[in-house]
C-alpha cells in the first residue's frame, strides 16, 4: 500500500519553469554570449552587445511555448488523477462493513471506510487520530503499536449514547517499508451483541436458580423441623405437609415454565403452519379457567364476531397464550371483578385478541419491562398468586414464533388491556374447526 494523497501535485511554479527552461537551453544560450562577446571587439558598442544579448535570452526563455507548457500540464494533471485515485487497497477497505482506519507513522489518518466514518465521525484530511478517538486505551494501543511494529487489541465499552463494546485492533500493513512510508489500520469488531447474550444468560442462570432456591429452602427447613421439634405432633405435620406440597408445586411450575422458554427457543426460527379458530381456542380457555375465577370472584365475558376467525399457528401454544393473559387478568385485574374478552378480525388490520381487565392498572414505568424474563411489578404479590414470573417472557416467545405482537396499554387505577396483534393472512376456512381438541 503506498502513500496517495499528493493533492500538490499541481502545475510548476513559473520560476522553476524558467529555471527549467534555462537548464535545456543552455547550450543556444551560450552561443549568444560568445557572439556578442565577438562582437565588442569587432565594432559593436559594449552596451549593444548586452542589450542585444539581453533581449535574445528574454526571448528564449520567456517566449510562450506553447505545446510544451500545455505537455506539462497534462503530464501534471495525470499525476494528480493518480495521486486521487482510490488505490485497490483502499478501495477493498471500503468496501468492508468493519469499521477501519489506515493512518501514519504520525497517526495522521490517511484513509477510513464509511463504517468507520458511521462510528467515529468523518476525519478532516490528514487529521489526527486523536481527533476522533479519544479513549486513552486506545491511544496507547496505536502508540504502542507505532513503537514496536507488532499487532495488538484492547477492549473498549462506551455507555454514551448506549452501551456498546468493542475490540480495536491495530496492525502494521507494511512493517518492510521505510519508517516514513509505514502504514497501520485500525479496526472495531462489535462485541456488543454477544456481550448483551452473555449477560443475559448470566442473569437468567442466576435468577433461575434464586427461584428455585427459595422453595427448596423452604422445603428443607420442614424435613428438618419434621425430623426433630415437630416429630410427634400430629398437626403440625398435616400443615407442614401442606406447606411443603405447595413449594414443590412451585418447583414444578418454575421447571415447567423453564422447559417451556426452552423449547420454544429452539423453535423459534420455525413458523408454524397449522390453523387455529380462535373462538374455539379462547373458549375453550375460558371454560378450563371459569373455575379459578370464580374462586376470585371474577367473570369472564366473552366478544365474539359472527364469523369463525382463523388464523396460522400452533393451537397448544395458543391456547397458551391465551390462558397466561386471562389468567392474569384474573388474578391481577382481581379487583375489577370482570374480564372482557374480544376477538375482532378483519382483512386489512389482521385478527387482534384483547384481554382487558378493570383492576389496579400498571405504573407506566413497568410495562416496557413486564416481558423480561422473572420480571414482576410486585414479587411477593405474584408468588402469592403462584405465579412464575415467567408468564409474559412465554407469550413473547410464541407470538414471536406466530409474528404476532403484544401490546399492553395500562391506566393505573381503571384495568389494563393485553392486545395480540396478528398480522393480516388468507385464512382458509375449510379446516377451521378441527384442530383445536386434537
Ligand atoms: P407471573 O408469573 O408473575 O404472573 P407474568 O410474566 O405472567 O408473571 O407477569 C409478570 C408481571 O406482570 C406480574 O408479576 C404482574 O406484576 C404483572 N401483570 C401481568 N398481568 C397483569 C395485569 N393484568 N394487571 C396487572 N399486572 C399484571
Same mark, same amino acid.
Given at each position: 500500500m503506498t502513500e496517495i494523497r499528493q493533492d500538490a501535485a499541481a502545475e510548476p511554479h513559473a520560476g522553476d519553469r524558467i529555471a527549467a527552461r534555462a537548464r535545456a537551453l543552455v547550450r543556444p544560450l551560450g552561443?549568444?554570449?560568445?557572439?556578442?562577446?565577438?562582437?565588442?571587439?569587432?565594432?559593436?558598442?559594449p552596451w549593444q552587445a548586452i542589450a542585444g544579448y539581453g533581449a535574445f535570452a528574454a526571448?528564449?526563455?520567456?517566449?510562450?511555448?506553447?505545446?510544451?507548457?500545455?505537455?506539462?500540464? $497534462?503530464?501534471?494533471?495525470?499525476?494528480?488523477?493518480? $495521486?486521487?485515485?482510490?488505490?485497490?487497497?483502499?478501495?477493498?477497505?471500503?468496501?468492508? %462493513?468493519?469499521?477501519?482506519?489506515?493512518? %501514519?507513522?504520525?497517526?495522521?489518518?490517511?484513509?477510513?471506510?464509511?463504517?468507520?466514518?458511521?462510528?467515529? /465521525?468523518?476525519?478532516?484530511?490528514r487529521a489526527s487520530l486523536s481527533a476522533r478517538i479519544r479513549s486513552p486505551s486506545i491511544l496507547e494501543l496505536v502508540a504502542r503499536v507505532v513503537a514496536r511494529g507488532?499487532?495488538?487489541?484492547?477492549?473498549?465499552?462506551?455507555?454514551?449514547?448506549?452501551?456498546?463494546?468493542?475490540?480495536?485492533?491495530?496492525?502494521?500493513?507494511?512493517?518492510?517499508?521505510?519508517? %516514513?512510508?509505514?502504514?497501520?489500520?485500525l479496526t472495531y469488531r462489535d462485541l456488543t451483541e454477544a456481550r448483551r447474550m452473555d449477560r443475559m444468560r448470566t442473569d437468567f442462570v442466576a435468577n433461575a436458580s434464586h427461584e428455585l432456591r427459595t422453595p427448596l429452602a423452604s422445603l428443607m427447613g420442614f424435613i428438618e423441623t419434621l425430623q426433630g421439634p415437630a416429630r410427634n405432633d400430629e398437626a403440625a405435620r398435616t400443615r407442614f405437609f401442606g406447606i411443603m406440597l405447595e413449594q414443590a408445586q412451585r418447583?414444578?411450575?418454575?421447571?415447567?415454565?423453564?422447559?417451556?422458554l426452552s423449547r420454544l427457543e429452539m423453535r423459534a426460527h420455525v413458523a408454524p403452519e397449522g390453523e387455529v379458530d380462535l373462538e374455539r381456542a379462547i373458549t375453550h380457555v375460558v371454560d378450563t379457567l371459569k373455575p379459578m375465577a370464580n374462586d376470585l370472584g371474577v367473570t369472564i365475558e366473552l366478544a365474539l364476531p359472527e364469523e369463525p376467525v382463523v388464523v396460522t399457528g400452533d393451537v397448544d401454544e395458543l391456547i397458551q397464550v391465551f390462558s397466561n393473559l386471562i389468567e392474569n387478568a384474573c388474578k391481577y385485574g382481581q379487583a375489577g371483578k370482570r374480564v372482557l374478552v374480544t376477538v375482532a378480525g378483519s382483512d386489512a388490520d389482521g385478527t387482534h385478541v384483547t384481554v382487558q381487565d378493570f383492576g389496579?392498572?400498571?405504573?407506566?414505568?413497568?410495562?416496557?419491562?413486564?416481558?423480561?424474563?422473572?420480571?414482576?411489578? %410486585?414479587?411477593?404479590?405474584?408468588?402469592?398468586?403462584?405465579?412464575? /414470573?415467567? /408468564?409474559? $417472557?412465554?407469550?413473547?416467545?410464541?407470538?414471536?414464533?406466530?409474528?404476532?405482537?403484544?401490546v399492553i396499554r395500562s391506566v393505573p387505577g381503571e384495568g389494563s388491556a393485553f392486545t395480540v396483534k396478528f398480522s393480516p393472512a388468507k385464512p382458509s376456512k375449510s379446516t377451521v374447526r378441527r384442530e383445536i381438541y386434537q
Open positions: 552561443v549568444g554570449l560568445t557572439l556578442a562577446l565577438v562582437a565588442v571587439p569587432a565594432g559593436l558598442a526571448a528564449l526563455l520567456l517566449w510562450p511555448s506553447s505545446r510544451e507548457d500545455a505537455r506539462a500540464r $497534462a503530464r501534471a494533471r495525470a499525476r494528480s488523477r493518480a $495521486a486521487n485515485a482510490v488505490h485497490p487497497d483502499f478501495a477493498v477497505i471500503e468496501a468492508l %462493513d468493519l469499521p477501519t482506519i489506515v493512518f %501514519d507513522r504520525e497517526t495522521q489518518v490517511v484513509r477510513q471506510n464509511s463504517a468507520a466514518r458511521l462510528l467515529v /465521525g468523518d476525519y478532516p484530511d507488532l499487532p495488538e487489541s484492547v477492549e473498549h465499552s462506551e455507555r454514551v449514547p448506549s452501551e456498546r463494546w468493542h475490540e480495536v485492533r491495530v496492525a502494521p500493513v507494511n512493517p518492510g517499508a521505510e519508517p %516514513d512510508k509505514r502504514l497501520y489500520v418447583m414444578a411450575r418454575l421447571i415447567d415454565d423453564l422447559l417451556s389496579p392498572g400498571i405504573a407506566k414505568e413497568h410495562v416496557p419491562r413486564l416481558t423480561e424474563r422473572f420480571y414482576r411489578v %410486585d414479587v411477593e404479590s405474584s408468588r402469592t398468586k403462584k405465579g412464575t /414470573g415467567l /408468564g409474559l $417472557a412465554i407469550v413473547k416467545h410464541i407470538l414471536a414464533r406466530h409474528r404476532a405482537r403484544l
